[in-house]
């Protein structure tokens, strides 16, 4: 009893059991992967063996078609002499040697003497004797056929759909050609026979000799490998069984399985984009669980298509997977004993030592540590258990002091954080009484404490307003913040220039200012009874005028605040009208990023208002709701970089008489 319930045999038993859980595990994924690995092997086997096929296929017919549209210059200039064309015909033929026949089909009455149809043609025979004829007349009536119409409407070559050739009932294929005459008319069709036998016995080899070389590899035949060409919707134009050609489809020969339907096999067939080297779908095939490789053939409107036994394509994987298995099993028989005896002697040291470890864990630092004799990996333990005592109550008093600094830190930050926004106008809307201004304002500090403000009030009808951003952030901006404001109201109590203004706030912070701090700040002094806006710029964003359009206020260049004293710095002034919406922002609006670093931008800034515009939401509150929400989408969860500030000025309508001083 004692044996069964001591820590060593316990933590044994765990790790045994954990270690036959991560061994089943790894047998399990090593069987997988065996499986899936060999499965990749085989069918990158089979794309190879497609894709030399389609190279093979691609070439012929790249020959062929390079060889007709050579030709095609001398035949448009030999249009004034049909008889030059016959020859023609017989030395294309002579020279291809996959060209079957080939001709020009003219159109009705195109030579008179020649009569309504005229077609020189020369094919040759099995014992590749070339001959020549007019293959046009009343038995071959071409001009209403619809490869001849087809033809004649296309701007450039084309393959035909597969026929049977009149003579001896092979299937073949053509290229279409149209000819043109001086005045650019299409005038013929040239038309070059391709058989198609040499595709299917290309094809027949290329399965051969895959066949043979996986049979070397795996010591046994495939159980099912053919390879064919399709066109797009299925009917085969080469097969092993010749009876099958053009007569058949693979649709045919194919049943459904829960994992892919026919109906997206015809889908991807008629695909111009499919790959030979991405598809392959499992169906059953003529009874047989198959996997179905297919891709397009470049340059024409046919599918390669390979059809293998799942057996050939999963079984190897499967047949070493298992014997893997079948080692590992082994392997585990003969580690269990010896991993549990080595554990419990190595375990037997720890007794003593966890006793005085959950005596440390209870708080008990001071313990006595056991002693322990032998210098290895225990030793080593006791002593960072021995050094762990110290190092906790060290940490604990030091914890202690660094706990009530921070809470010291945070709750004057609060309070900083409360009396800046105290400073700044918080209620709207400001004016109440007023039926002739509307202004709504927002500032979001990315610290507790920031360097961005606003400001506005009203004096003998007249509304001073500003907006600033302090470099840098934190509490130094935040002091900076604060002066600036208090320039702001003490200055433009005794002036209503907005250039003495700023040049006021300017050499103010300019004195003393050892460590560079400066402020982009825009002042503006509107006339709520004619509407005259007289402003002055200091390096800040230039604001968006919203009314029939959102456009920018122009702004002159001028040095921010405190970077140098004496600057004098120029007013501007414009004539807001009745519904105009002054919209001022600071860069913390454009420079939002989102967590690919990109930038919220003056862009989405125009396309937000114009947004809010359309949507009549004209009121500067709903204005700015409409940017903040748009600036959130946008960053999602990335991290807020700088202070976000925003007011908006509406003028809405002629201004009451009602005389409002510094409010």
Avoid at 126 to 132: F, K, M, N, P, Q
Avoid at 443 to 465: H, R, S, T
Wanted: glycine share 6%.
């Amino acid at each position: 009893m004692k044996l069964r319930r001591s820590f060593a045999t316990r933590m044994s038993n765990r790790i045994i059991f954990y270690l036959f859980i991560l061994m089943g595990i790894m047998s399990v994924a090593i069987f997988y992967l065996t499986r899936y690995g060999t499965t990749i092997y085989y069918s990158q086997a089979f794309h190879m063996s497609m894709r030399s096929s389609a190279e093979y296929t691609r070439r012929v017919l790249s020959d062929l078609h390079v060889a007709i549209n050579n030709q095609a210059y001398y035949i448009e200039q030999s249009l004034d002499r049909p008889d030059e064309l016959q020859e023609i015909m017989r030395r294309i033929v002579e020279k291809n040697n996959r060209i079957h026949s080939c001709g020009i089909s003219f159109v009705e009455n195109y030579y008179p003497q020649k009569g309504r149809w005229f077609v020189p043609y020369a094919v040759k025979d099995s014992a590749g004797i070339v001959t020549t004829h007019n293959l046009g007349g009343p038995d071959n009536d071409y001009l209403n056929s619809e490869w001849f119409q087809k033809g004649l409407n296309a701007k450039k070559g084309r393959w035909s759909k597969p026929f049977f050739d009149g003579s001896d009932k092979k299937p073949m294929v053509a290229y279409l050609l149209p000819i043109h005459d001086k005045t650019g008319r299409t005038v013929a069709v040239i038309g070059a026979d391709l058989s198609l036998d040499w595709m299917t016995n290309k094809l027949r080899e290329s399965d051969d000799g895959l066949m043979k070389e996986l049979d070397n590899e795996n010591n046994k035949g495939l159980h099912l490998l053919r390879t064919f060409i399709t066109d797009r919707d299925g009917l085969f134009i080469t097969h092993p069984d010749e009876k099958l050609i053009m007569k058949d489809t693979l649709f045919s020969h194919l049943k459904e399985t829960d994992e892919y339907s026919i109906q997206e096999l015809r889908k991807k067939l008629k695909d111009e984009k499919v790959s030979i080297d991405e598809e392959n779908m499992k169906f059953e095939f003529d009874g047989l669980d198959c996997y179905v490789f297919f891709g397009r053939l470049n340059h024409t409107n046919w599918n390669i298509v390979s059809v293998v036994s799942w057996i050939d394509l999963e079984m190897p994987g499967i047949v070493i997977g298992i014997l893997l298995l079948m080692f590992i099993a082994f392997t585990l028989m003969l580690l269990f004993p010896t991993c549990f005896l080595t554990i419990r002697r190595l375990a037997k040291p720890l007794k003593q030592l966890a006793t005085s470890a959950n005596q440390v864990a209870e708080g008990n630092f001071n313990v006595p540590l056991p002693t322990i004799k032998h210098d290895d990996e225990v030793k080593k333990l006791r002593d960072a258990f021995e050094n762990m005592q110290g190092s906790l109550t060290l940490y604990i008093e030091e914890l202690k002091t660094t706990t009530a600094s921070k809470a010291s830190i945070e709750n004057e930050l609060k309070i900083a954080h409360d009396i800046q926004m105290s400073m700044l106008p918080k209620t709207f809307p400001p004016f109440p009484e007023r039926n002739d201004i509307d202004i709504y304002a927002q500032l979001k500090p990315a610290k507790a404490v920031g360097g961005d403000l606003f400001d506005f009030y009203i004096n003998n009808e007249e509304l001073f307003f500003c907006i600033g951003d302090v470099s840098g952030k934190g509490i130094p901006a935040s002091l900076v913040m604060a002066v600036t404001r208090s320039l702001f109201r003490n200055i433009s109590a005794h002036t209503s220039h907005p250039e003495k203004i700023v040049e006021g706030v300017n050499d103010s912070l300019s004195q003393g200012n050892d460590n560079n701090m400066f402020v982009t700040i825009f002042v503006g002094v509107l006339n709520l009874q004619t509407g005259l806006l007289r402003y002055c710029n200091a390096g800040h964003d230039a604001p968006y005028i919203l009314d029939s359009d959102v456009t920018l206020l122009p702004v002159d260049s001028n040095l921010p605040a405190g970077v140098m004293g004496g600057w004098n710095y120029t007013v501007q002034e414009t004539t807001i009208s009745t519904g105009t919406t002054i919209f001022l922002y600071t860069d913390g609006l454009t420079e939002a990023e989102n967590i690919s670093h990109g930038q919220f931008g003056e862009d989405r800034i125009v396309d937000m208002a114009r947004r809010a515009m359309s949507k009549g939401h004209n009121t500067p509150e709903k204005l700015i709701e409409e940017m903040t929400n748009a600036v959130h989408n946008f960053v999602g969860e990335a991290e807020q970089s700088d202070d976000l500030t925003m007011l908006a000025i509406k003028r809405t309508g002629i201004a009451t008489d009602i005389s409002t001083t510094d409010k």
